[in-house]
């Protein structure tokens, strides 16, 4: 039998008090986020949340990686704590004193490098403690070192235009290393990289981790990357998505160097791929036999888990049942276009809205050949496998999944995923066969789709603005993601030549072949 591979950390009281840690690490507390929740207000005031109730601990002597899909709210996180972002409710915590402005013990690894190209190495890396007040000898002293620390001794004439992406990532951790900070925070600080170089620098990370003069005691990482977070980190957190909130917390206790060729770092892997796609059982659920313990929150996958939680707009004065109404076009049985059957109000069986399912960033050909991928290996694959195949990060994979689940032509069990009779017959059609196989599914099942569908058939000439839809969306969406979805609809009705779109006019129209479509 497997040995137990991660523990459950142990979560809030319901009362935000945080339960004693399992992490097994005793050092003391540096940052602590209290019940934190941060809103953003859209367009027409209405209050867009990225993270709601959020309390978390970094600890003296622990690696802890921040896990989540796009849009769940990392690194909004990762910036509160870092007192570059103020909670809308709740507080951050520094050493037990609440946080007001930059945290003092802190200092952020960037994507981005977020190096000043008109200065040098040296210059660079000497920014934070000039930004402090050390005199200018004790300052280059300290770059020097900071610089010698992180092997790129010899280059501190160099502008950043003369050095590699994995040499200016370097100067981004010298310049945060050389203020000597209590807890290091980076942001996806290796994705910006090429595969070896994003390796080397992680194995480079962890030597620095290990040395004795390394100026740290605490490390924050956000990232996409699965076997990154299992490499790395003492602990895993997990977030859902829409509004962010902690989906599944454990410790992980693999031996450093983890090697990723051993079944417990594939084991772990699988674990994490099962709780982000939804479909492992509850953190406070008993161990698995296999000794892995079960974690995460349960919610369904398919395309965005997690709901938004802001209902959808109203429908507009002769547009019967506008996008994102509880109830209306989009949702079936609620007095739509078509006055299908309504479900009673207050029962439980109602779809979901376009605010409350979004579609999954994919296109339709991405999607169709992963299909083709999982039919070629025999219908059914498991998900870090075929992530590690085709050299793609979740973020990359994730959407393709959720959009084949939400059209009902792919199933996930556990971390692996299995085409359905749906989703073979789609593949083995010839395109125009594919292309109705698509609508059908598309008007059944995703429901940004089927409410601009249904809204353009209830429209006597056929057609709307594309400008109703954003605004609808906005009230569950940022500006940027409202567009982006209405940008995905767009895809997908074309494709499956339920709705045309003019670019130039901003115009959707029911397509022509649509029996219903007004003469």
Known sequence: MTEPLLVPTAHRTPGGTPSPSLSGVDGDVIVAARGVTKAFTTPDGAPLPVL??????????????????????????????????????????????PLSGPNPGVAMVFQSFALLPWLTVLQNVELGLEARGVAPAPRRERALA????????????????????????????????????DALFMDEPFSALDVLTAENLRSELLDLWDAEEFPTNAMLLVTHN??????LADRIV????????????????????????????????????????GREERAERPER??????????????????????????????VPGAVGAPGAAGVPGAGGAEGEAGVAAGEAERAPSPTELPLPPASVGGMAGLLEILVAVGGREDLPDLAHDLNFEVDDLLPLVDAAVLLGFAEVDHADMEITADGRRF?????LDRKEIFAASARERAPLVRAIWRSLRSSASGHLDEGFFVDSLRRGFSEEEARHQLDIAIDWGRYAELFAYDADSGRLTLDVGDPDHPA
């Open 238 to 277: 997990i977030l859902s998505a829409n509004p962010g909130r902690i989906r599944a917390e454990f410790t992980v206790t693999l031996d450093r160097p983890r090697d990723r060729r051993l079944p417990a770092f594939e084991a772990l892997v699988d674990h994490v791929y099962r709780i982000m796609t």
């Open 226 to 231: 699965i076997e990154e977070a299992v490499a």
């Open 289 to 318: 036999a296999a000794g892995v313990p079960a974690a995460g929150a349960g919610v369904p996958a398919a395309a965005g888990a997690g709901a938004v939680g802001v209902p959808g707009a109203p429908g507009a004065p002769g």
């Open 146 to 181: 900071a610089i010698d620390l992180v092997g790129l001794d010899g280059f501190e004439s160099a502008y950043p235009k003369e050095l590699s992406g994995g040499m200016r990532q370097r100067v981004g951790f010298a310049r945060a290393v050389v203020v000597q900070p």
């Open 427 to 431: 593949v083995s059609a010839d395109i």
């Open 52 to 97: 709601e109730d959020i309390t978390l601990e970094l600890r003296e002597g622990e690696i802890v990686a921040l896990l989540g899909r796009s849009g769940s709210g990392k690194s909004t996180l990762l910036r509160c704590m870092a007192g570059l972002v103020e909670p809308t409710s709740g507080e951050v915590r520094y050493r037990d004193r």
